[in-house]
């Protein structure tokens, strides 16, 4: 089938070389030249496991092409619209000038009968408010909302866990059964494929990133309170998280979630709520934010109090920079918080990362980035794991880090490291709401 993905960031540029990967003819549209003349290079304009691949291949194939000319998605029979929804500058609520400005430019290219397919994470009524500009040209809005983990975003799109397609009252059959060969080969695996109506499929989205963003924020809740009492977090996540209804998954206490999704989805839905007079019924996701944020605040204090009483013009090695593994995403990084927080108690901050270095200098320049890890360790005074990476949790034994450092204080901020073989190697361990 012939598909059009209109922006490509991180979710389009995904979105469309998945769907070319599975057979379809798919063209990306973008406003950014830069970025159309990397990915038409079958460049990965970022780091994103098994994504050069089949950019590389679909492109090979003449199956995917990237373009800025919106007319060059004349001809598909669906388009989706991948676009960013940003926090506003000056409060919580999503910014849609770019799902805005993405339908404008496409709806002239329309014919009757297309498919447009919004992705993008919107506040729940976005969707009607956009049907009569799309129906205006004799074309259908849907709303198919994506689910994909970054680090996983390609199998995510391709095999995913669920697919939900949200429809208007006036949208036939016929819809339904194009999404379904769009499709064809999750479908054809049985993955569950469920209908609704278009603010239940905005909903959905919203509702999954604010139950995941719960959980977290709740058993780092639960790693305060253990704080207090000198109780371990972790096998109390182990212990509830054997009971089905509970699932271990999400339940790793650290410094919190960052990344380009949870954060500004929890404040969008607060946002959006409030709008709707129902602010009450998500009061609780303001203090799952909080919670969330006071978590680097506690990493920051274990290394002070690790060092004495005070970081400044020690050494500290901050391992991580990216807000998760597999990724070279900084947007809203604890990771980075607490090294810039750390940096700014006047600490002499080193950080390094596989994947993320260079995002974080452009960001944060006034840090210090050593892409060796080894050479990162040398001569601090603390060490500082943010980011779960294999380098660290795996393949770094506390009996290497010895012969690096000068202090033996470690605080892992992701509850990762083998506590036990730190502290038999003779280091100070402090986890995140642990003893
Ligand atoms: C998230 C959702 O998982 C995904 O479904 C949605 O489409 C986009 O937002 P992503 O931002 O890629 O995906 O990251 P995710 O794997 O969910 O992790 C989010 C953050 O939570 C990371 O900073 C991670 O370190 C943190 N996290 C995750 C925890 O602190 N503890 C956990 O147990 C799990």
Redesign the pocket.
């Known amino acids: 089938m012939k598909l059009s993905v209109i922006g490509c960031g991180y979710l389009g540029a995904v979105h469309a070389a998945a769907m070319a990967s599975i057979g379809h003819d798919v063209v990306g549209i973008d406003v950014d030249q830069r970025k159309v003349d990397a990915l038409a290079k079958g460049e990965a304009p970022f780091f994103e496991p098994g994504l050069q691949e089949i950019l590389t291949d679909g492109i090979a194939s003449g199956r995917l092409s990237f373009t800025t000319d919106m007319a060059a998605a004349q001809g598909a029979k669906v388009h989706f619209i991948g676009v960013g929804t940003p926090q506003v500058r000056d409060g919580y609520a999503a910014d849609l000038t770019y799902v805005n400005a993405a339908v404008d430019a496409l709806v002239p290219h329309l014919s009757p009968g297309d498919i447009v397919a919004g992705k993008s994470t919107v506040p729940v009524g976005t969707a009607a408010e956009l049907t009569p500009r799309v129906e205006a040209a004799g074309a259908v809005l849907i709303w198919n909302p994506?689910?994909?983990?970054?680090?996983f975003a390609v199998k995510d799109t391709i095999d995913p866990d669920r697919l939900v397609v949200g429809v208007g009252a006036s949208a036939g059959d016929d819809v339904v059964e194009t999404m379904k060969e769009v499709y064809a080969p999750a479908v054809a695996k049985g993955t569950p494929f469920i209908v609704t109506d278009l603010a239940t499929a905005e909903l959905v989205k919203v509702s999954?990133?604010a139950f995941?963003a719960t959980k977290?924020s709740f058993i780092n809740a639960m790693a305060e309170i253990a704080e207090t009492v000198g109780a371990d977090v972790t096998q109390l996540a182990d212990a509830i998280g054997h009971d089905a209804r509970i699932g271990r998954r999400?339940?790793?206490a650290?410094i919190?979630?960052?990344?380009?999704?949870?954060p500004k989805d929890i404040r969008a839905f607060s946002a959006r709520a409030e709008e709707l007079g129902k602010g009450e019924s998500v009061a609780f996701l303001r203090q799952v934010d909080e919670i969330n944020m006071r978590r680097r605040d506690r990493a920051v204090q274990l290394v002070v109090e690790g060092l004495g009483g005070s970081a400044f013009e020690k050494k500290i090695a901050v391992l991580g920079a990216a807000?998760?593994p597999h990724s070279d995403d900084i947007r809203d990084s604890?990771a980075l918080d607490v090294a810039v927080r750390l940096h700014g108690l006047g600490a002499e901050v080193t950080v390094t990362d596989p994947e993320a270095i260079a995002n974080a200098r452009a960001k944060h320049p006034q840090l210090t980035y050593i892409e060796d890890r080894d050479a990162a360790l040398r001569d601090a005074d603390a060490v500082v794991v943010v980011t779960e990476w294999d380098e660290y949790r795996r393949q770094m034994p506390p009996e290497h880090v010895s012969t690096l450092t000068d202090g033996r204080i470690v605080v892992d901020g992701r509850n990762c490291l083998d506590a036990d073989a730190w502290r038999a190697a003779g280091w100070t361990y402090y986890g995140m709401g642990r003893p």
């Not at 994506?146 to 680090?151: N, T, Y």
């Not at 919190?256 to 949870?262: H, N, V, Y």
């Open positions: 994506e689910f994909l983990r970054e680090g999954a990133n995941l977290i999400f339940l790793g650290g919190g979630f960052g990344g380009g999704c949870l807000f998760k604890p």
